[in-house]
C-alpha cells in the first residue's frame, strides 16, 4: 500500500463549512506536502509542513502535523465553491531520500 | 510566466507505436520528473533527473524511457506502447534537488493506447 493516504477518499460540504481532510503515512518523514488538483488538469502546491513543525498557516488553510501518530490534516475554512478539487498529499522520506510520495487523494466538492 | 509545458495534451495510439511526449520549463530548475497518475493510485513517479544527463528510475518505469540533453526538456519516450500505458501523464520540475521546494506540474497528457 502507498506512504501516504489521504481520508475520507470523497467529501461533499455546502459553501461556507469547512473542510478537513486526512493524511496518514508509513515511515519517518522530512517533510510533507499538499497539492490541489482541479478535474484533469495539473496540481498545485499549496503548503509544506516541515517534520519539526506542528502547524502552518496560509490563508484559509492550515495544515496540521503529528509525527508520533504519522499523520496531517489540511483544513480549508470558510469554504468557496471555487476549492472544489481533490486533493493530496506527498511526503518525502527522511534518511536523504529525495523523492515526493504521493498518495491518492480526498475528492472535495463544494456546492453553493 | 513560469510554467511547465507539455505536448501533446492528448493523444489516442496503437499498440506498439513509438511516441514522445514533450516536457519543457522555463524555469533553469535542476529537477524534472514524470509520473502517471490512474483512478484510486494517486500520482506514481516513472522517471526523474537531478540535472543534464543525470537520469533514474522511479517506482514505474517499465515501458519509458528518458533522456535529459538539456535543462529545460524532459521527454518521455514510450517504445511500444501497450495498453495499459493508458494513463494521464504530469511532468514536473522544482528548483535545486532537495524537496523543501515545492514542484510545479505541467498541465497533464491524456494517453490512450488501443
Known amino acids: 500500500s502507498q506512504q501516504g493516504e489521504e481520508d475520507p477518499q470523497a467529501l461533499s460540504i455546502q459553501e461556507g463549512e469547512n473542510a478537513t481532510m486526512n493524511c496518514s503515512y508509513k515511515?519517518?518523514?522530512?517533510?510533507l506536502q499538499w497539492y490541489r488538483q482541479n478535474s484533469g488538469r495539473g496540481l498545485v502546491h499549496l503548503i509544506l509542513?516541515?517534520?519539526?513543525?506542528r502547524e502552518k498557516h496560509s490563508g484559509r488553510l492550515r495544515v496540521t502535523l503529528d509525527t508520533s501518530k504519522k499523520s496531517s490534516s489540511l483544513l480549508i475554512t470558510a469554504s468557496r465553491a471555487a476549492d472544489t478539487a481533490s486533493y493530496f498529499c506527498?511526503?518525502?522520506?527522511?534518511?536523504?531520500?529525495?523523492?515526493?510520495?504521493f498518495g491518492a487523494g480526498t475528492r472535495l466538492a463544494v456546492h453553493p | 510566466e513560469a510554467q511547465v509545458t507539455q505536448n501533446p495534451r492528448y493523444l489516442i495510439t496503437v499498440t506498439g507505436k513509438k511516441l514522445t511526449v514533450t516536457c519543457s520549463q522555463n524555469?533553469?530548475?535542476?529537477?524534472m520528473s514524470w509520473y502517471r497518475q490512474d483512478p484510486g493510485l494517486g500520482l506514481r513517479q516513472i522517471y526523474y533527473?537531478?540535472?543534464?544527463?543525470?537520469?533514474d528510475k522511479g517506482d514505474v518505469p517499465e515501458g519509458y524511457k528518458v533522456s535529459r540533453k538539456e535543462k529545460r526538456n524532459f521527454p518521455l519516450i514510450l517504445e511500444s506502447p501497450s495498453p495499459n500505458q493508458t494513463s494521464l501523464y504530469f511532468c514536473?520540475?522544482?528548483?535545486?534537488?532537495?524537496?523543501?521546494?515545492?514542484?510545479?506540474f505541467g498541465p497533464g497528457t491524456r494517453l490512450t493506447v488501443l
Open positions: 524555469m533553469n530548475h535542476e529537477y
Open positions: 509542513i516541515r517534520s519539526n513543525e
Open positions: 514536473a520540475s522544482r528548483e535545486g534537488q532537495d524537496s523543501y521546494n515545492e514542484q510545479f
Open positions: 515511515t519517518s518523514i522530512n517533510n
Open positions: 533527473s537531478m540535472n543534464v544527463e543525470v537520469t
Open positions: 506527498a511526503t518525502r522520506l527522511s534518511g536523504g531520500y529525495n523523492k515526493l510520495i
